[in-house]
């Protein structure tokens, strides 16, 4: 049947305009006059003759106009079918309408699963006849791609016509593509006929779950090894219906490590790259041994990378991180230190801590609470840990690096009083932490507070009282302890209507908090401590020198003397090393602890031991008073021990001013001081000051002491007198 479409884009015309009102008729003729009278005739009777006739009336008024005629229908489009005989078959308003509703999809080698870059059938297309008018045979169908899919057939065409409403389910199969991302392909099917689009949306298919028949079980991607030989076991999976490995489906996992790190080692006995062999649904492991430097440091972070490989080509890599961690080891010695950490604790932030315990000569201990799983007792559980620091460092030095407050849960309260029963008992938090979290866990301790306010280094020991509730659940908490385990607890209570009193504690130790807090305010030793750092441990800024630095100033009290001087001498506290601008919030933290040290040895405190080298005892005085000495006057938060450290550099005891280093350093901070400086040292309360220059000068003439100076000592400003007659001494 042969079958042509006259398309002719008509339609109907617009009705015709409504026409206008006629114009209003003529007047009418005027009336006719009236009889004339008779007159009287013989009989005496009266006649009137006739009158004329009247004048003609007026012309009447115009007609109104006609009505406006009404508008003519819109003509409309009628497609009609016709046969050869000329008959009309098929009529409507209506055309032809086609549309896709249906298609399926499936792998051409169908193993259950559909993956990246594979050939894929796509049958079923089913097309419907949404228009009145039979869609003629010949309709071609395209396949464009959308998203990760490939189609490059020739379109297809429907041979058979499709009535109104009617629908056709094609056998025509096509192929196409997979692209090479798993996850999701798009593709969308367009009709076309004679070359015409029609009204309407594309079909549109999604194909879903894209993946490669094998995969590696879920596994964790970061790993705590301690030193030594280690093992790590990767599962594979086999999720399709037809086995993997062999011919045609060659399956493997290889392991490498980090470019250029050589920190993990593989035993030559051991093949890396491991062939598989799995049955449909089965999952197998692959183990490896590696042995972990033992130069690797504590904490550092190493990666290796895994690839699963089929059939030639990586489809999944894996990379692990691993962070090298220490085991529990007993103390060394009996000043060592217990470190307490965990998997949240950045590397800087235990490079810090390490250079510091280094620095002083302490040897220290790791309790890892991640790899140990927990710090007092196993995880949640009530079970203690069979090989615990707490045989060892209970009532000692520990410094516990924690990222969230929850983790002071993981501290039994009474291991915590146990702790701080000793006499030289300290403990160190460093932890990002406020007033709600970790000095209210503390408070029900019963541990007397300390604060150190962050924001303001002026106001170095704030006191800041705790309100009536906080007092309360203090006192109420001892209160409970007490009755349920008297023996335990060295203190007693005495309790009145609105007035709670501790009466006796059996130990005093003061608990620093650095950050936000609330203190109460209790008998405190300067022998036992716990300290705040308010800084989040966990992330990519950790603590620095000088986060530590305020941190020692707590720890200064609890070191025996002979430690506190060698940290005094440390270079990272040394004022030449002061790179920072000198203001308020550098200078403190280290004038604070130069200050702690000068106390012991000023007499503030009881006098160093007897077998406290001299030269140590010299170095950390000149080191005190240079400090001093370069800070702007208004920093000097204890002058009278400045005062007290001249008078042991003129004393005979020491003689600290015929020694060569101190001379030399002396002279380089006077030569760095600017005019306004020297004000300073004419002040009244500075006389041992002008002392010290005097007694320097005249010692200076009668020795052949030679002192090597820095050049820049010549630029101070020779019109100053002090500094005048001392330069005349030095000959310079």
């Not at 379109?155 to 009535?163: G, T």
């Not at 130790?509 to 008998?523: D, H, K, N, W």
């Not at 604070?592 to 503030?604: A, C, H, R, T």
């Not at 320097?696 to 020779?718: C, G, R």
Request: some cysteine.
């Amino acid at each position: 049947m042969l079958f042509m479409l006259v398309d002719s884009k008509t339609k109907g015309g617009i009705g015709g305009a409504s026409g206008t009102g006629g114009d209003g008729g003529r007047g009418g003729t005027g009336g006719w006059g009236g009889e004339m009278g008779s007159h009287e005739d013989s009989s005496n009777l009266s006649f009137f003759n006739r009158g004329p006739s009247g004048n003609e009336g007026h012309r009447g008024p115009r007609g109104n106009n006609g009505k406006t005629g009404t508008n003519g229908f819109d003509g409309y489009t009628v497609y009609n079918v016709v046969d050869s005989y000329g008959q009309i078959i098929e009529s409507n308003r209506m055309l032809y309408l086609p549309e896709v509703t249906y298609c399926e999809i499936r792998p051409v080698i169908d193993d259950g699963i559909i993956e990246p870059q594979e050939i894929v059938e796509i049958s079923q297309i089913t097309v419907k006849n949404s228009g009145k008018i039979t869609l003629p045979a010949g309709l071609m169908l395209y396949i464009t791609d959308t998203s990760n899919f490939e189609w490059n057939e020739e379109p297809i065409i429907i041979p058979a016509a499709i009535p109104p409403d009617g629908e056709v389910v094609l056998k025509q199969v096509t192929t196409g593509r997979i692209g090479p991302l798993v996850g999701k392909a798009r593709f969308a099917i367009t009709p076309q006929f004679m070359n015409r689009r029609f009204p309407g949306n594309p079909f549109r298919y999604t194909v879903n779950n894209i993946a490669y028949p094998v995969c590696f079980v879920e596994t964790s991607n970061f790993l705590r090894w301690t030193l030594g030989d280690q093992n790590i076991s990767l599962a594979v999976s086999n999720l399709s219906t037809m086995p993997c490995g062999g011919v045609g489906r060659e399956l493997n996992v290889s392991m490498q490590l980090c470019p250029g790190i050589s920190l993990l080692d593989v035993p030559g006995s051991f093949e890396p790259n491991s062939k598989l062999s799995l049955e449909p649904q089965q999952t197998s492991s692959v183990d490896y041994k590696l042995f972990v430097h033992p130069d690797i440091p504590f904490y550092e972070q190493v990666t290796i990378v895994v690839r699963l490989h089929l059939r030639n080509l990586v489809i999944e890599t894996l990379a692990i991180r691993i962070q090298i961690i220490s085991p529990y080891l007993p103390p060394l010695d009996e000043n060592s230190v217990l470190i307490i950490t965990g998997p949240h604790v950045h590397i800087n932030t235990f490079r810090v801590v390490d250079g510091f315990l280094k620095k002083v000569g302490y040897n220290y201990s790791i309790w890892d609470c991640g790899f140990n799983n927990g710090l007092s007792f196993m995880g949640q559980s009530i079970v203690r840990h069979e090989n615990t620091w707490m045989n060892h460092y209970l009532k000692k030095n520990i410094i516990w690096l924690t990222g969230a407050s929850t983790e002071l849960n993981l501290l039994d309260r009474n291991d915590l009083i146990e702790h701080f029963s000793g006499p030289n008992a300290s403990l160190f938090i460093v932890g990002n932490y406020n007033n709600e979290t970790a000095i209210n866990h503390i408070l029900t301790c019963g541990l007397p507070v300390k604060h150190l306010n962050e924001k303001d280094l002026s106001e170095w020991y704030t006191v800041k009282t705790p309100n009536e509730y906080y007092r309360n659940l203090f006192c109420n908490t001892i209160v409970k302890e007490y009755e349920n385990k008297e023996t335990e607890f060295r203190f007693k209570v005495n309790m009145t209507a609105n007035n709670i009193t501790l009466l006796e504690k059996g130990w005093t130790q003061s608990l620093y908090s650095y950050g936000t807090g609330v203190l109460l305010r209790s008998p405190i030793s300067i022998r036992s401590q716990f300290v705040f750092l308010s800084k989040d441990v966990s992330t990519a800024t950790p603590i620095d020198m000088n986060d530590m630095t305020t941190l020692l100033s707590g720890l200064v009290d609890i070191l025996p003397l002979t430690k506190k001087l060698q940290l005094l001498c440390c270079s990272s506290l040394q004022p030449s090393s002061l790179v920072l601008p000198r203001t308020e919030a550098n200078i403190l933290p280290q004038q604070s602890i130069i200050s702690s040290f000068l106390s012991y040895v000023v007499g503030d405190v009881p006098a160093p031991p007897p077998e406290t080298p001299d030269s140590l005892i010299l170095e950390t005085i000149s080191s005190s008073i240079l400090f001093h000495l370069s800070l702007e006057f208004k920093y000097s938060d204890q002058p009278h021990l400045l005062q007290k450290a001249i008078e042991i550099v003129l004393s005979q005891q020491y003689q600290l001013w015929r020694s060569p280093e101190f001379l030399a350093r002396f002279t380089q901070i006077l030569a760095a001081f600017k005019k306004e400086r020297w004000d300073y040292f004419v002040n009244p309360k500075s006389a041992s000051v002008l002392d010290l220059i005097s007694n320097l000068s005249k010692f200076l003439a009668t020795t052949d002491l030679k002192i090597e100076l820095d050049l820049s000592i010549k630029k101070a400003d020779p019109n100053i007198q002090p500094w005048t007659k001392l330069l005349t001494y030095l000959k310079i």
